[in-house]
């Protein structure tokens, strides 16, 4: 399959037809912001930190590259003060589930967001997925869900999954941008998991 070219912040890229934006930018050593991304998995687009502008027949439209295939003379745009706002705020949302999370404090520097501009919200989960993505898509466990809907989404173990299979994989920790999911699984475990047989 040819190749697919395309210009990214005025360098002329070749990328694989079906590749998305993101993985056209990521080959040529451009750097878009991402949280909910991984090379292993589905794109999902779900933190929308890796908004771009993309030009086409005069055209230009905001799309989460991640998720946005490249097209031939296609023209973008990873940076500029509409797309910094964009991402400064996201960051200053993510942050009110999230203030102590390595990431966030990285991006929040990069982009001068703001720790305290909104009121810290209940849970500690981003919703970037990539637990139960991960869990669905490479380890094909499901041991982690998503619950509830809206603001109150929050990801939660599946005790009669999880109590058999979490302990000698959690390959999804390291994934997890917060430390929501490690307090996650050590709540479900001291909750929700069987209780080890008895040695009487």
Same mark, same amino acid.
């Given at each position: 399959?040819?190749?697919?070219?395309?210009?990214?912040?005025?360098?002329?890229?070749?990328?694989?037809?079906?590749?998305?934006?993101?993985?056209?930018?990521?080959?040529?050593?451009?750097?878009?912001?991402?949280?909910?991304?991984?090379?292993?998995?589905?794109?999902?687009?779900?933190?929308?930190?890796?908004v771009v502008e993309l030009e086409s027949r005069g055209q230009h439209r905001l799309v989460a590259?991640?998720?946005?295939?490249?097209?031939?003379? $296609?023209?973008?745009?990873?940076?500029?003060?509409?797309?910094?706002?964009?991402?400064?705020?996201?960051?200053?949302?993510?942050?009110?589930?999230?203030?102590?999370?390595?990431?966030?404090?990285?991006?929040?520097?990069?982009?001068?967001?703001?720790?305290?501009?909104?009121?810290?919200?209940?849970?500690?989960?981003?919703?970037?997925?990539?637990?139960?993505?991960?869990?669905?898509?490479?380890?094909? $466990?499901?041991?982690?869900?998503?619950?509830?809907?809206?603001?109150?989404?929050?990801?939660?173990?599946?005790?009669?999954?999880?109590?058999?299979?979490?302990?000698?994989?959690?390959?999804?920790?390291?994934?997890?941008?917060?430390?929501?999911?490690?307090?996650?699984?050590?709540?479900?475990?001291?909750?929700?998991?069987?209780?080890?047989?008895?040695?009487?």
């Amino acid at each position: 399959m040819s190749d697919v070219t395309l210009q990214i912040d005025g360098k002329q890229v070749a990328a694989p037809a079906g590749a998305t934006v993101l993985d056209a930018a990521s080959a040529a050593g451009i750097v878009i912001p991402t949280l909910c991304h991984h090379e292993r998995l589905a794109p999902f687009g779900g933190c929308r930190l890796c908004v771009v502008e993309l030009e086409s027949r005069g055209q230009h439209r905001l799309v989460a590259s991640c998720a946005h295939p490249v097209e031939p003379d $296609l023209v973008v745009r990873t940076r500029s003060d509409k797309i910094d706002r964009i991402r400064k705020s996201l960051v200053e949302l993510l942050l009110a589930h999230a203030p102590d999370s390595t990431r966030l404090k990285e991006l929040a520097r990069e982009y001068g967001a703001d720790r305290d501009r909104f009121e810290p919200a209940e849970g500690f989960c981003v919703h970037c997925g990539l637990c139960v993505r991960y869990c669905a898509e490479i380890k094909k $466990l499901h041991a982690v869900g998503f619950i509830d809907r809206g603001i109150r989404k929050e990801i939660s173990f599946l005790p009669e999954i999880a109590s058999r299979e979490c302990a000698g994989c959690k390959e999804c920790f390291p994934l997890c941008p917060t430390s929501y999911l490690q307090a996650a699984y050590v709540l479900v475990e001291a909750l929700a998991f069987p209780p080890p047989p008895s040695t009487r």
